[in-house]
């Protein structure tokens, strides 16, 4: 923690008011910089898995979170361009509730864009035939949810 833009505490024979002032700037600031601090460390986890086109046997590409295809087929290339530039749609469970105070649960669609959580899986899962990943992967792929946005 810097103490460097720490409030000076107040002398031994502060009042309670000089007190409180100080308690008020010193817990302020420390919120501001945990906050600071836990925005820096909730560092962006990068998932890459490879392609395989299950026809062929064979790795064609890879995938990582931030959109980053790497590939040399054109197939791919052509299937993923529109995922890669505008999104995976992804139907994602929710629940509200309606005019009359009852719990609805519904599907919502949301699109899942390169560089947030679940677009590796959602855009494995979109990928048509050939074209797949590893399944033991797939299971450990995070997946997005609403609470992300």
Known sequence: MDDSNQPERPPPDADAAEIAQWMDED??????????EHA???????????????ERG????????DGNLNTESETLRRV????????????VPTTYE??????VHADGEVI????????????????????????DVLIVLPTHSLEQD
């Open 80 to 91: 993923s361009q529109e995922y890669l530039e505008e999104g995976v749609p992804v139907i």
């Open 112 to 135: 899942v864009e390169p560089g947030t959580t679940g677009f590796v899986r959602a855009f494995v899962d979109e990928l048509p035939s050939p074209f797949d990943c590893d399944p």
């Open 98 to 103: 309606n005019v009359d105070g009852e719990t």
């Open 58 to 65: 064979e790795v064609v590409g890879r995938i990582d979170t």
């Open 27 to 36: 817990f302020g600031r420390a919120i501001a910089e945990a906050a600071e």
């Open 40 to 54: 820096s460390n909730k560092a962006h986890e990068v998932v890459e898995v490879e392609i395989i086109n299950h």
